[in-house]
T-cell receptor
Framework: LAKTTQPISMDSYEGQEVNITCSHN???????ITWYQQFPSQGPRFIIQ???TKVTNEVASLFIPADRKSSTLSLPRVSLSDTAVYYC???????????FGAGTRLAVHP | DTGVSQDPRHKITKRGQNVTFRCDPI?????LYWYRQTLGQGPEFLTY????????KSRLLSDRFSAERPKGSFSTLEIQRTEQGDSAMYLC??????????????????FGPGTRLTVT
């Protein structure tokens, strides 16, 4: 599975838009890009998944350029409750093991 | 969905003791995964089942670890002769083997709350 690189930590303030970029230079043709969110003492939770271009759901947007070597998770108007660790994963479509990196620790301040 | 449940949520044991954790997946999911997470790190894959068959085991899963899913429903993870290095959060996840009915992509897993193991 492709290796991903994302910032270790980010800080933001309530109401701001947060963009977390993930690099995955070795992404394979069959790989999807998936983001998970994890709060302390809880299991990770699926946020969004995409293959190319832009995907939007009720929680976030995912922007994927044409070369697919990176992706950006966008969280609109964050609140304190968005403070969490965000993981970027790439892997082939299908039901198999997930390979997590260390993730990005997002801290949202009042 | 009732969600993935794990029991117990917390376990404190002394080094050398055996411990067993239970995971109940979402009922219609036939894939079940175990992960381990230590402080400040992302979850690490341990093993996974398709129904009752254990299809893959990580090399992290030493001989002291064993997992079962006898009837293709709940699963147990047993650690024998626990060591302090086994202290971690043990996470269980499940997924269907076909596209999620709500139309999300093919690569979503649903995680339980985890069992936090402390070995003293």
């Amino acid at each position: 599975l492709a290796k991903t690189t994302q910032p270790i930590s980010m800080d933001s303030y309530e109401g701001q838009e947060v963009n977390i970029t993930c690099s995955h230079n070795n992404i394979a043709t069959n790989d999807y890009i998936t983001w998970y969110q994890q709060f302390p003492s809880q299991g990770p939770r699926f946020i969004i998944q995409g293959y190319k271009t832009k995907v939007t759901n009720e929680v976030a947007s995912l922007f994927i350029p044409a070369d697919r070597k990176s992706s950006t998770l966008s969280l609109p108007r964050v609140s304190l409750s968005d403070t969490a660790v965000y993981y970027c994963l790439v892997g082939e479509g299908g039901y198999n093991k997930l390979i997590f990196g260390a993730g990005t620790r997002l801290a949202v301040h009042p | 969905d009732t969600g993935v449940s794990q029991d117990p949520r917390h376990k404190i044991t002394k080094r050398g003791q055996n411990v067993t954790f239970r995971c109940d997946p979402i009922s219609e999911h036939n894939r079940l995964y175990w992960y381990r997470q230590t402080l400040g790190q992302g979850p690490e894959f341990l093993t996974y089942f398709q129904n009752e068959a254990q299809l893959e085991k990580s090399r992290l899963l030493s001989d002291r670890f064993s997992a079962e899913r006898p009837k293709g429903s709940f699963s147990t993870l047993e650690i024998q002769r626990t060591e302090q290095g086994d202290s971690a959060m043990y996470l269980c996840a499940s997924s269907p083997s076909t596209r999620h009915p709500r139309g999300r992509g093919p690569y979503e897993q649903y995680f339980g709350p985890g069992t936090r193991l402390t070995v003293t």
